[in-house]
């Protein structure tokens, strides 16, 4: 599984960069209102985003246009940013004309704001790079997001759409909305390809109480043999 960053805080990119095991970032309109981002700075923003983890890393980068042609205008634009830009869009009927119109111009699409088998379906059918289910929402309606996400695998893996994509490249599900180390545990044993988490969450998944435990006994032993 690779670990994509959900988050529009530098700072953040740059502390989990420094970790190595940063693969992509994820954004959108709320995280980049979250740090006070200002519309005459968001180009800049994803660009300075783009330089931190490198050209190797995915950062998805959303679109908030709403009808097929200005997504598309939208998207191009944001495509000009960096060569690792890919134009997050969400799932709806506009959506997947805009997602197969730029694939068509070989322009990656991460299709988020997915929820159901169905959905994701539709996003791979149109040309989606990335598809991104939601874990937390679900939860937030008493939901199994899980079994979501597990459904949402198995049924794009039962089919070959690389003739969809950008470039041939095999789909990717990203466990978007991640609020749990324990939600990264689960969507890697169901097979998800990458989980998208908030940097809270990504400090947590390298804690464990043992980890603690152990280290705290063998400083007391080092301790002990320095005084001896």
Same mark, same amino acid.
């Given at each position: 599984?690779?670990?994509?960053?959900?988050?529009? /805080?530098?700072? &953040?990119?740059? !502390?989990? $960069?420094?970790?190595?095991?940063?693969?992509?970032? +994820?954004?959108?309109?709320? =995280?980049?209102?979250?740090?006070?981002?200002?519309?005459?700075?968001?180009?800049?923003?994803?660009?300075?985003?783009?330089?931190?983890?490198?050209?190797?890393?995915?950062?998805?980068?959303?679109?908030?246009?709403?009808?097929?042609?200005?997504?598309?205008? /939208?998207?191009? &634009?944001?495509? !000009?940013? $960096?060569?690792?830009?890919?134009?997050?869009?969400? +799932?709806?009927?506009?959506? =997947?004309?805009?997602?197969?119109?730029?694939?068509?111009?070989?322009?990656?699409?991460?299709?988020?704001?997915?929820?159901?088998?169905?959905?994701?379906?539709?996003?791979?059918?149109?040309?989606?790079?990335?598809?991104?289910?939601?874990?937390?929402?679900? /939860?937030?309606?008493?939901?199994?997001?899980? $079994?979501?996400?597990?459904?949402?695998?198995?049924?794009?893996?039962?089919?070959?759409?690389?003739?969809?994509?950008?470039?041939?490249?095999?789909?990717?599900?990203?466990?978007?909305?991640?609020?749990?180390?324990?939600?990264?545990?689960?969507?890697?044993?169901?097979?998800?390809?990458?989980?998208?988490?908030?940097?809270?969450?990504?400090?947590?998944?390298?804690?464990?109480?043992?980890?603690?435990?152990?280290?705290?006994?063998?400083?007391?032993?080092?301790?002990?043999?320095?005084?001896?």
């Amino acid at each position: 599984m690779k670990f994509f960053l959900d988050t529009a /805080d530098l700072a &953040e990119i740059e !502390e989990a $960069a420094s970790w190595g095991a940063l693969a992509g970032v +994820t954004t959108n309109p709320s =995280l980049y209102a979250k740090i006070g981002g200002r519309l005459e700075n968001f180009h800049a923003h994803m660009k300075r985003i783009c330089e931190i983890v490198g050209p190797d890393c995915p950062v998805s980068a959303e679109s908030v246009a709403m009808t097929r042609d200005e997504i598309v205008r /939208d998207g191009l &634009e944001l495509a !000009e940013i $960096a060569d690792n830009i890919v134009v997050k869009i969400p +799932t709806m009927v506009e959506g =997947l004309a805009a997602t197969r119109a730029l694939a068509d111009q070989n322009v990656p699409v991460n299709m988020t704001l997915c929820f159901s088998v169905p959905q994701a379906l539709l996003a791979a059918r149109a040309g989606a790079r990335y598809i991104s289910p939601f874990i937390g929402r679900f /939860d937030d309606i008493s939901d199994d997001g899980l $079994a979501q996400v597990g459904n949402i695998v198995q049924a794009i893996g039962n089919y070959d759409f690389t003739n969809n994509t950008v470039n041939g490249e095999q789909i990717e599900i990203i466990a978007a909305s991640v609020r749990s180390a324990n939600h990264v545990t689960q969507c890697a044993l169901m097979g998800a390809d990458i989980a998208t988490v908030p940097f809270g969450v990504l400090k947590k998944m390298v804690q464990h109480p043992l980890t603690d435990r152990g280290l705290d006994s063998f400083m007391k032993d080092w301790e002990k043999v320095q005084n001896a």
